[in-house]
């Protein structure tokens, strides 16, 4: 069985930083590629940021400006999106999820057809 389990959430003020992580299970490591993603209460879901099959590449959102970064430990099974600098308009549900690559490539679009297991989200509230 397939999971994807988000973690490292919480309430942050404005300024401060989280790690999250996202935990696969099921899956043989270096068949897939993972993009962290988040929607925010009354918008629609949006990518943040992706990293490909090895880790070799990865693309990220304008709007992270340098304050996430990526990174994945295949012998862990893990995905870790580290977030700086973080702001109110990061106040989100943040998700990961797996996507079917044969290249080492990813794909920030979350409604990206290869997409084929989702998390359930860990929720970052950050205060001003």
């Known amino acids: 069985q397939v999971r994807l389990v988000e973690s490292g959430g919480g309430l942050v003020q404005s300024g401060g930083s989280l790690r999250l992580s996202c935990a696969v299970s099921?899956?043989?490591?270096?068949?897939?590629?993972i993009g962290w993603f988040r929607q925010a209460f009354g918008k629609e879901r949006e990518g943040i940021s992706c990293?490909?099959?090895?880790?070799?590449?990865?693309n990220s959102a304008d709007f992270v400006k340098g304050r996430f970064t990526i990174s994945r430990d295949n012998v862990k099974n893990t995905v870790d999106l580290q977030a700086n600098n973080l702001e109110p308009e990061d106040t989100a549900v943040y998700y990961c999820?797996?996507?079917?690559?044969?290249?080492?490539?990813?794909?920030?679009?979350?409604?990206?057809?290869?997409?084929?297991?989702w998390g359930k989200g860990t929720l970052v509230t950050v205060s001003s």
């Open positions: 990293i490909s099959r090895s880790g070799a590449n990865t």
């Open positions: 999820a797996a996507q079917r690559r044969q290249d080492e490539q990813c794909v920030l679009d979350p409604n990206y057809d290869g997409t084929y297991y």
């Open positions: 099921g899956l043989a490591s270096p068949s897939y590629a």
